[in-house]
């Protein structure tokens, strides 16, 4: 089974950083489209980054850009989202998701469509 695992979440304070963790296991191909998408109650997913693990490629949100960065780890299944000065509006729920190909269904992945995700971290900005 695919499963990933979030982690460094926290409450911080408006200007604040952090970096979040993902590991994924049980990936049946090393091709994936990982990214991480946030999601508060009563709204819909955002998805804030996405990258390619077969050759980098990334994608950040309007949102998320100059401000987040999507990096990979020594491994092609760790996957890190370095927050920075992070905005109350910032304040959701994280998920780490993996999506089988290229991320090149950017229309479904940008709405947090994605094959697989954790169980999220929670960042509270205040």
């Known amino acids: 089974d695919v499963q990933l695992v979030e982690s460094g979440g926290g409450s911080v304070q408006a200007g604040g950083s952090l970096r979040l963790s993902c590991v994924a296991t049980?990936?049946?191909?090393?091709?994936?489209?990982l990214g991480w998408f946030r999601q508060t109650p009563g709204k819909e997913r955002e998805t804030v980054a996405t990258?390619?693990?077969?050759?980098?490629?990334?994608w950040h949100s309007d949102s998320a850009t100059g401000r987040f960065t999507i990096s990979l780890g020594s491994t092609k299944n760790v996957v890190y989202l370095q927050t920075n000065n992070l905005e109350p509006e910032d304040t959701a729920m994280y998920y780490c998701?993996?999506?089988?190909?290229?991320?090149?269904?950017?229309?479904?992945?940008?709405?947090?469509?994605?094959?697989?995700y954790g169980q999220g971290t929670q960042v509270t900005v205040s």
């Open positions: 049980g990936l049946t191909s090393f091709r994936q489209c």
């Open positions: 998701a993996s999506d089988r190909g290229s991320c090149g269904d950017g229309w479904r992945l940008r709405r947090g469509r994605f094959d697989y």
């Open positions: 990258i390619y693990n077969d050759d980098g490629r990334t």
